[in-house]
């Protein structure tokens, strides 16, 4: 599976948005982009997923240019409980590991 | 969204113990993994278990570690001999099964977790 390399830290204010990008040069055609989120103590949490272009859902959004090498996580408006650690993983077809790295400690501040 | 709970929350034990960390996903799921997570460190893959078999296991998953599903519901993870190293948060992650619509490719539920202290 392609690795993943995404800043270690950010910060934002509440009422923001908040953008969090994830390169992933070697993502395979199979590969989709999976964004998970971490709050201390407690368990990963899957957030978004996409192939190519744009998705959204109630919580973010997700942006694939078309060479798919990189992909951009949206948060809108972030609150204090969008403080979290935010995961970039690629995933294959099928019931397989996920493979996390160190991810995206997001601070949000009043 | 399947629910996932473990058991116990918090697991204080003494080096060389041995230590049974459950899972009960709520619904029937087909796949179940074993992850930990050292404190201050990444989410590592310890284990993948499939009609009732191992499919695939880490490094880390080494001859001190066994999963088995010992009733068809619980998904158990043992160390047989705990080491200080071992402590960590253990989570249980489940896939597939029940309703697939709208369910993401490889998406993944974890429980709450076991934070394992090795004293």
């Known amino acids: 599976l392609a690795k993943t390399t995404q800043p270690i830290s950010m910060d934002s204010y509440e009422g923001q948005e908040v953008n969090i990008t994830c390169s992933h040069n070697?993502?395979?055609?199979?590969?989709?982009i999976t964004w998970y989120q971490q709050f201390p103590s407690q368990g990963p949490r899957f957030i978004i997923q996409g192939y190519k272009t744009k998705v959204t859902n109630e919580v973010a959004s997700l942006f694939i240019p078309a060479d798919r090498k990189s992909s951009t996580l949206s948060l809108p408006r972030v609150s204090l409980s969008d403080t979290a650690v935010y995961y970039c993983?690629?995933?294959?077809?099928?019931?397989?590991?996920?493979?996390f790295g160190a991810g995206t400690r997001l601070a949000v501040h009043p | 969204e399947p629910e996932v709970t473990q058991t116990p929350s918090h697991q204080v034990t003494q080096m060389g113990q041995e230590v049974i960390l459950r899972c009960v996903p709520i619904s029937n799921h087909l796949y179940f993994y074993w992850y930990r997570q050292i404190l201050g460190q990444k989410v590592e893959f310890l284990v993948s278990?499939?009609?009732?078999?191992?499919?695939?296991k880490s490094e880390i998953f080494d001859d001190q570690f066994s999963v088995e599903r010992p009733d068809g519901s619980n998904f158990t993870l043992k160390i047989r001999s705990t080491k200080l190293e071992d402590s960590a948060m253990y989570f249980c992650?489940?896939?597939?099964?029940?309703?697939?619509?709208?369910?993401?490719?490889?998406?993944?539920?974890f429980g709450p977790g076991t934070r394992l202290t090795v004293l």
């Open positions: 992650a489940i896939e597939g099964g029940g309703d697939p619509s709208g369910r993401a490719m490889n998406e993944q539920f």
């Open positions: 278990f499939y009609n009732n078999e191992i499919s695939e």
């Open positions: 993983l690629v995933v294959a077809g099928g019931y397989n590991k996920l493979i």
């Open positions: 070697n993502i395979a055609t199979n590969d989709y």
